[in-house]
């Protein structure tokens, strides 16, 4: 596709269920981001993927929180034991460029709500 | 820390008007800055990056200036239309390479 898609675009949970988030960044892109955005507030880093390198998770606010990616394609961002805090709407971003100074480019996000 | 501060939170102009949105940040040492905007049920959309050592970058009706030693970024929007309703948020790239958002102002354009 042309651009950043996101699976499921809704979701909503019962507390202390696991989830899993879906991002498909474009095409060629190397670094792939998943940002955090609760209700009024800005975005908040998670975990930043680039190439084959170790990613950035020191964004990540627990363990129940974990991503994983495979190669440059698909990444998976897992909840784990899902508290009602984990609200929010979970934003992923793929860039062409090794670093964040390239344009990043989003998708249109997962809405995440725990009961 | 870097903090990145929007001002105002929500802003309702008439159709046809110029304005003008905020954006500090605490921490001067950044690579650039971001200006975005994000639809409701949509992702985000970049506007405009103007690197650290650019003073402004103009796209249409859209010019965003940056003074770094002071911390401070506006975006000036020329004849505001009712489309250009949303919410724009600031961001800036730090000394770790890591975005920090501000928490965005809401645009209503008034026909």
């Known amino acids: 596709g042309a651009g950043v898609s996101q699976s499921p675009s809704n979701k909503v949970t019962e507390k202390g269920k696991d989830v899993e988030l879906r991002c498909d960044p474009i095409?060629?892109?190397?670094?792939l981001y998943w940002y955090r955005q609760r209700l009024g507030q800005g975005l908040e880093f998670l975990i930043y993927?680039?190439?084959?390198?170790?990613?950035?998770k020191s964004g990540l606010p627990s363990d129940r929180f974990s991503a994983e990616r495979t190669g440059e394609s698909v990444s998976t961002l897992t909840i784990q034991r899902t508290q009602q805090e984990d609200s929010a709407v979970y934003l992923c971003?793929?860039?062409?460029?090794?670093?964040?100074?390239?344009?990043?480019?989003f998708g249109p996000g997962t809405r995440l709500t725990v009961l | 820390k870097q903090e990145v501060t929007q001002i105002p939170a929500a802003l309702s102009v008439p159709e046809g008007e110029n304005l003008v949105l905020n954006c500090s940040f605490t921490?001067?040492?950044?690579?650039?800055l971001q200006w975005f905007r994000q639809d409701p049920g949509k992702g985000l959309t970049s506007l405009l990056l103007?690197?650290?050592s650019q003073r402004e970058q103009t796209s249409g009706r859209l010019n965003a200036s940056l003074d770094k030693s002071s911390g401070r970024s506006t975006l000036y929007i020329a004849a505001s239309q009712p489309g250009d309703s949303a919410t724009y948020l600031c961001?800036?790239?730090?000394?770790?390479?890591?975005?920090?958002w501000g928490a965005g102002t809401k645009l209503i354009i008034k026909p």
């Open positions: 103007i690197q650290s």
């Open positions: 961001a800036v790239l730090d000394s770790n390479y890591q975005l920090i």
């Open positions: 993927f680039q190439g084959n390198s170790a990613p950035d």
């Open positions: 921490d001067s040492a950044i690579y650039n």
């Open positions: 971003a793929s860039s062409s460029g090794p670093s964040g100074a390239d344009t990043q480019y």
């Open positions: 095409s060629g892109h190397t670094a």
